[in-house]
């Protein structure tokens, strides 16, 4: 088979622009008995019509969240019907297979399918409806039979997918100086709870640090990034496995700056390994402090007590890193006031970066399930209007969603409060620096900086939203 995977465009200005893993991950799985392509819309000069009249693929796989769906539904519209297979996999189609197949999609991925991914294609028919049902034994594949009933084989849950090493040579070296930095996994999956995250409750498993080292340097020689972020969930999970990788990036004398996520409430036996971050390139640590309310806190399953998080950012900084605050708005119960609190703790802290962002009942997260169970109302059903019509326009928001313990007006009085509380001690908000090359020390982000980062395009037609400096040393 000849395969395309396309990464389509996101559908309002992101803060950055990465490559696509989720396409190298199945890119690797296949690439030895398939022919494979890929094509990131965000970057590639040729536009998607010319690549696939040239590389004329069987199959056109989209990968994609939610962030990218009204792209992603173009291609199915544009493309359906004219006798590729069409194929939707990632985290939105994981969740809503259905809507994906009702677009014009002939087959979903659901999950991690790597494992069975080569076979499932040599199966393929060309012919409509593509997939002979009893030749489908694995998890993870949802289409249509000849009937036009649904088949489901279920979502595919496995953490060796992860072990895969990324087909990262089928990026064009052209594309890597429009990503702001280099991006890979080390570790994959979470064991915590919190309701509002798609990677809850989805076990954990680390790769060989050595095979993480390797990629690691591929993306500093080859790609040649100096920036690096980790997107592992929960990277300081296993403080042996973090040294072993930090002993390994020091022994190949590797120089590039790196950011990880992290829990807050790592146990004070496991803090020496903050020095050794430090000392193998680690500039920012994010921790996913959400809200400084403990009501709040459990209401939203984040099995995290508040006096845990002072004593670990205190540590992190003494290992002279760098913090992120990552807080939300509108979780489970919490009122305005309740809000405010987290505004005390972001002057007690003053880390280098803080985002304050919408919670929203994300499909394939316990609370994407049953919204308004956790006390979140939507007005409008449709994902993709509701993404086209810009959740974090303050204009729109009130239209769109209702949060049962704060209101719209509130919503938009804590972000601006943020801003103006946190202004004095230095910082600057994003979307206040389009222009600026170095990073100030200091930066906040709320979700009402989205609507203002400009979706520029370039005189070919192309998006060229990522305008701030390119491979900074404060990624994230
Ligand atoms: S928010 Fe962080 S700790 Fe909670 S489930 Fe998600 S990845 Fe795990």
Redesign the pocket.
């Known amino acids: 088979m000849r395969v395309l995977l396309i990464y389509s465009e996101p559908d309002t200005s992101p803060y950055y622009l990465q490559s696509p893993m989720e396409c190298l991950h199945l890119a690797a799985a296949i690439e030895n008995q398939h022919e494979v392509q890929i094509y990131d819309q965000n970057v590639d000069e040729q536009c998607l019509d010319t690549v696939i009249s040239e590389f004329a693929p069987d199959v056109i796989g989209v990968l994609f969240a939610m962030r990218c769906l009204a792209a992603s539904y173009r291609i199915a519209h544009q493309f359906k019907h004219k006798g590729y297979i069409l194929i939707a996999a990632g985290k939105y189609p994981t969740s809503k297979p259905k809507e994906c197949i009702e677009t014009g999609f002939d087959i979903v991925f659901r999950g991690n399918v790597e494992d069975t991914l080569s076979d499932f294609l040599d199966n393929l028919s060309l012919k409509y409806p593509f997939v002979n049902p009893k030749r489908v034994q694995s998890s993870g594949y949802f289409f249509k039979d000849s009937n036009g009933d649904y088949i489901d084989t279920g979502i595919a849950n496995s953490l060796e997918a992860n072990s895969y090493a990324l087909a990262r040579h089928l990026i064009p070296q052209k594309y890597h100086r429009h990503y702001s930095h280099g991006f890979l996994i080390g570790s994959k999956g ?5 309701v ?2 798609t ?3 989805t076990g954990y498993k680390a790769r060989e640090p050595k095979a993480v080292v390797d990629e690691l340097e591929y993306i500093v020689k080859v790609e040649g990034h100096k920036a690096i972020h980790f997107g592992d ?2 990277f300081t999970y296993d403080p042996d496995w973090v040294i072993a990788l930090c002993r390994e990036i020091m022994a190949r004398q590797l120089i590039c700056n790196w950011s990880v ?1 992290s ?1 807050s409430d790592v146990p004070s036996k496991h803090w020496l390994m903050f020095d050794w971050m430090y000392q193998a390139g680690c500039k920012i640590v994010a921790f ?1 402090i959400e809200s400084a309310d403990q009501k709040t806190l459990k209401n939203s399953r ?2 995290l007590k508040i006096n845990k998080i002072m004593p670990v950012i205190s540590r992190v900084k003494e290992a002279k890193i760098g913090i992120r605050c990552n807080l939300m708005i509108g979780l489970p119960g919490a009122t305005y006031q309740d809000h405010l609190s987290s505004i005390d703790l972001m002057e007690a802290i003053q880390p280098s970066q803080i985002v304050a962002s919408l919670c929203i009942p994300y499909p394939g997260s316990k609370m994407g399930n049953n919204p308004e169970q956790f006390g979140i109302r939507f007005k409008i059903q449709n994902w993709e209007t509701l993404l086209e019509k810009d959740y974090c326009d303050p204009n729109q928001l009130g239209q769109i969603v209702e949060y049962k313990n704060i209101n719209t007006e509130e919503i938009i009085q804590f972000a601006e409060t943020l801003v103006q509380r946190l202004e004095p001690y230095g910082y600057i908000s994003i979307s206040q620096d389009n222009e600026r090359s170095e990073c100030p020390e200091k930066i906040i982000k709320t979700f009402l900086d989205k609507p203002k980062l400009p979706m520029v395009r370039n005189e070919s037609g192309r998006r060229d939203y990522y305008r701030r400096a390119l491979e900074p040393d404060w990624i994230l």
């Open positions: 979470c064991l915590f709870n919190c509002f995250c990677s809850s409750g969930d929960i996520n829990r996913g984040k099995g």
